[in-house]
Every structure is written in C-alpha cells, then in structure tokens.
C-alpha cells in the first residue's frame, strides 16, 4: 500500500539532529521580524493624547516625579555647547529671551546678516561723542554679553563706528576712533571673562548713513556691532 504523503519521505527525520536543523533558521526570522518591528517604533512619534492619558494612571505628582511632563529645552547660554558653533537661528532666541529682561540690554537692536547674527550697541550707552573711554553703563551691558558669548563656540567680531562729526585732534580720523572703540569694547568683554579670540574692525563714518541723521540716530551711528559668526573661531 501506497503512503498517502509521499513527499514526507524527502523531509529528515524530525526524531534526528538533521530533522530539527530548521528551527535554528526559523528561530533567526522570528528575531529578525521582532527587531524589525521593535525599530519602527522607535522610529514612531508618541500621540500626545495617550502619553498624557498613560501619565493620569502613573503613579506621581506633577512636580517633576515620576508621571510628570517631559522637562522642555531651556533657551539659555547654558544649553549651548561651548566647542561648537551655534545655529545662528536658535542663537537669536537666546538673545530675544534675554534682551527683555535685562534693562542694560534695553538698546541693543539686532538684526540677521548672510553668515552673522548682529547685536548693535548704540554710541550713547557706550561712549560720549568723539571719545573711546566705556561708560559704566556699556561696562555692564558687556559684562552681560560676555556671559552669553562665553558659551558660544562661534567666531566674534567686534566692529566700531562713528558719526560724520569730524573727529578732531584727539584722533587722526573717524577711522581711528572707530577702531579704538571696537577695540575697547574687545578688552572690556576680556575682562568680563570672555577668553576666545576677537576679531576687532572699524569702519570709520563710512556707514554714518544707514542710520540717518538727527541726535538719536547719530547715537545708532556710533554704534558699536558684535557680530556673531554662524562659523567657530579659529583657536
């Protein structure tokens, strides 16, 4: 009599060592089915509806023990990486968080610029007209910029200004004093505690003009800019 499965005959005997040699194969796929899955959801966004359902039966306050909300990322100098360059984009909320709450930075205007985050300091917190001696009050708002610019790995450059008021015979020309006050700014973020280089320019009278004229605008014209590099310096 015929067997009603001939093809049992080509399959190894499953009471042999050769028999049981294909659940090591199968074993292998279902782990590699199981990390496939296990890596897709890691890869998932978790539904906020349900992460905040799952904290309602955790155990814990909401004070920061267990079953509180995920701590969010702090736009502070702190959280920058000091060896790194920072994106110039986060970077400009860091000092849009800051600016407000510092009456000594209540000036200070700051715009974008291809490669650069400018921060301009107006003449009339730093320096009276024709002079490069800080007053105390700049004293204080670079004491605060060099805090912030401490925990940056970015390139700086420090770049002073002057009005179209002839400089006279303290200074050889508008250029001079420019760059003796960008210099000035440079050494008082020294001693502030600010220990990268400084890249220090001046620019004499020769953009006077893009702030317009008038008292309050020759104080924008005596301005001294720290621009901050979307690059790092190059210790």
């Known amino acids: 009599m015929k067997s009603a499965f001939p093809l049992l005959k080509l399959l ?5 060592t050769e028999g049981k040699a294909w659940l090591v194969t199968f074993t292998d796929l279902i782990c590699l089915m199981l990390t496939f899955f296990v890596m897709l959801y890691s890869m998932s966004e978790p539904d906020p509806a349900r992460y905040q359902k799952a904290l309602g ?7 920061g023990g267990i079953g509180a909300k995920p701590p969010t990322a702090a736009l502070t100098a702190e959280s920058l990486n000091r060896d790194k360059a920072a994106d110039l984009g986060y970077l400009r909320r860091v000092f849009e968080n800051l600016l407000p709450g510092n009456p000594a930075l209540a000036d200070i205007r700051m715009w974008r610029e291809p490669g650069g985050l400018v921060l301009s300091l107006p003449g009339d917190l730093l320096f009276a007209p024709g002079q490069a001696d800080l007053a105390g ?3 204080e708002a670079l004491f605060v910029m060099a805090g912030v610019a401490g925990n940056l790995g970015n390139a700086l450059e420090v770049v002073g200004h002057a009005d179209a008021t002839p400089a006279g015979s303290h200074w050889p020309s508008n250029w001079e004093l420019s760059l003796a006050r960008a210099q000035a700014v440079a050494d008082a973020l020294r001693t502030a505690g600010y220990l990268r280089p400084i890249t220090t320019r001046g620019h004499g009278d020769a953009r006077a003009g893009d702030v ?12 001294v ?6 690059h790092g310096d190059a210790r």
């Open 57 to 63: 039966v955790v155990p814990g306050d909401s004070s």
């Open 12 to 16: 190894p005997n499953p009471a042999t």
């Open 137 to 139: 009050a700049g004293r």
């Open 212 to 223: 317009g004229g008038g008292t309050e605008q020759n104080a924008q014209a005596r301005r």
């Open 225 to 230: 800019e720290l621009v901050v590099r979307d």
